[in-house]
């Protein structure tokens, strides 16, 4: 269809109302760490009935018998779909803590994705990279906690020699130095 500058107008690829929690889970949504907003955030339909809800706090999963708070937002590093299982992975910031996994029902989770990975991104402050001579990628990143402070994080894609854990911590304390943090 055609509007009066020549512009098509397009349905969206994907409904608006898609990613939300249905009305009768909204309504009935009480727990301490939500705020009565959190029940009209993005949320998608996961393997056996629960939700997994992008609240303000963090992720929070949500079936029949329990709203289970997942994680603080400054606490992920990063979220991965893979199309073929169609399972969600969250990776933490902590390399000891095990990912996070749930299969979705839905595949075509490009805006869900997008808003989950606005939300992480939205803690990053600031970041740098470097490679070390061995070639492994270390980043230092600022990000800010749900209760506004900031701290640093440092991530290698790889063992480390010593000249790659000094470059490292040399990275981080740079870093810090740069948004006024103690060294």
């Known amino acids: ?16 109302t898609k ?4 009305k009768a889970i909204a309504s009935s949504l009480q727990a301490s760490f939500l ?18 809800l992008l609240a303000q706090l963090g992720p929070v999963v949500i079936s029949d018998e329990d709203v289970a708070f997942v994680a603080h937002w400054h606490e992920i590093q990063h979220a991965v779909w893979e199309a073929g299982s169609q399972m969600l992975i969250i990776r933490w910031v902590d390399p000891t803590r095990e990912p996070w996994h749930g299969v979705t029902l839905e595949d075509d989770v490009r805006r869900f994705m997008s808003q989950l990975e606005e939300f992480i991104e939205y803690t990053y402050i600031s970041t740098t990279s470097r490679k070390t001579a061995d070639g492994t990628w ?24 010593n000249e790659g854990e000094k470059l490292a911590f040399e990275l981080e304390r740079n870093l810090r130095e740069s948004v006024g943090l103690e060294r």
Do not use: C, H
């Open 35 to 52: 705020t009565k907003a959190d029940s009209k955030r993005p949320a998608i339909e996961l393997e056996g009935g629960a939700w997994l």
């Open 19 to 22: 990613f939300k929690l249905p």
């Open 138 to 161: 270390i980043r230092a990143s600022i990000r800010r906690s749900s209760n506004g402070n900031l701290f640093s994080t440092l991530t290698a894609g790889g063992d480390l020699d």
């Open 1 to 16: 269809m055609r509007g009066e500058r020549g512009y098509r107008t397009v349905k969206a690829m994907t409904s608006a």
